[in-house]
């Protein structure tokens, strides 16, 4: 049986889709005592406010609805669960979910403003679309089975889903009603076998595919209609526990991960080297990366880490650590 490594904890921005930054960022569940709990921190890190859950979480998912509120899916606390959250915090509905999510899913915001869940353990074959109140529109079985997979919306609108420890290498795309609209053949199965990867949607419509167990060390970038467009290797090892981010002027930010968690590195989107450094402290497990200031281009916040690793800051509660470690970068650019 597969052990389970490590506590996800998520960080969602509460503020209207934006490269500004008065933003704020809200933290729910993680690893032991704070599974329960959320907090809001400003994007300078300093406490708002806090709660309690309405069910404890870890290795969940969330996502920020076109309402401006978050949505909190699953974890190994309470894997039959829902509940949505306003930008205060404050519980606007919960319920349970169609099929259980202990860990391993996503979560996915389409452009109907409903959110599809997919795989996760133990119902690693199964999908469900929720409205931005909760119910439940839609379920259904997936081509292939999923568990730390992607599932990347297409600007068509579509939903790209990749990988996954049962399904290293095949993709399937699906409507936004969930319904099959294409998967790969024997020909056209991913360049390679991915799982707890990374995936980015490039401002050209292709998909950056990055790294993840079975083949830690390369890239790939898929077409929309997912044939392959293009590979290459990393810098630095990617394995599991990094992050992807696209920056606001279309490069691809990838930083961390077990083998290199000290590590950035800068891809443009046709997947060239562009740079590369040293993080401040080493990152495992971190939050999502979020884009900055747009005068800024390239400045990312980094949160989080795993226990054992140096820390840059701390928080009013640890989230499976280094407690609260921050830092802000801008990579290749001065006097910003």
């Not at 790939?220 to 981010?245: A, H, Q, V, Y």
């Not at 080297?273 to 800024?296: D, E, M, T, V, W």
Request: charged letters at 15%.
């Amino acid at each position: 049986m597969r052990q389970i490594r490590v506590a996800l904890l998520v960080a969602t921005f509460l503020a209207l889709p934006s490269l500004s930054w008065p933003n704020n960022n809200f933290i729910a569940g993680g690893e032991g005592a704070v599974s329960g709990f959320w907090e809001i921190r400003s994007s300078s890190g300093t406490f708002v406010s806090s709660g309690t859950l309405w069910a404890s979480r870890n290795a969940h998912c969330a996502v920020r609805l076109d309402n401006g509120n978050v949505f909190l899916a699953g974890g190994t606390a309470s894997g039959g669960t829902w509940e949505i959250r306003n930008s205060t915090g404050a519980l606007v509905n919960s319920g349970t979910l169609w099929a259980g999510r202990n860990f391993g899913h996503t979560c996915t915001v389409l452009n109907t403003g409903n959110v599809m869940i997919v795989g996760g353990e133990p119902h690693w074959g199964a999908w469900e679309i929720r409205n931005p109140s909760g119910g439940l529109v839609s379920s259904g079985q997936l081509w292939a089975n999923r568990l730390d997979h992607t599932a990347t919306r297409l600007t068509s609108g579509k939903i790209f889903v990749a990988g996954g420890s049962f399904s290293t290498g095949s993709w399937e795309i699906r409507n936004d009603d969930g319904s099959l609209f294409s998967t790969n053949t024997n020909d056209t199965q991913l360049w390679g076998g991915r799982y707890k990867h990374c995936a980015v949607l490039l401002s050209n419509g292709n998909v950056f595919l990055g790294g993840g167990l079975a083949t830690q060390g390369y890239w790939e970038i898929r077409r929309s209609d997912g044939s392959l467009l293009t590979f290459g290797p990393f810098w630095g090892t990617r394995d599991t526990k990094f992050t992807c981010n696209k920056l606001s002027n279309n490069n691809v930010f990838v930083a961390g991960g077990q083998y290199s968690p000290d590590t950035w590195e800068v891809r443009s989107q046709d997947g060239a080297f562009i740079s590369n450094g040293n993080l401040y402290a080493s990152r495992l497990c971190s939050a999502p990366l979020k884009s900055s200031h747009p005068g800024c281009l390239l400045r990312a916040v980094i949160c989080n880490g795993c226990p054992g690793q140096s820390d840059a800051g701390s928080t009013a509660a640890g989230r499976h650590g280094p407690y609260g470690g921050r830092e802000i970068l801008s990579p290749g650019l001065t006097g910003c």
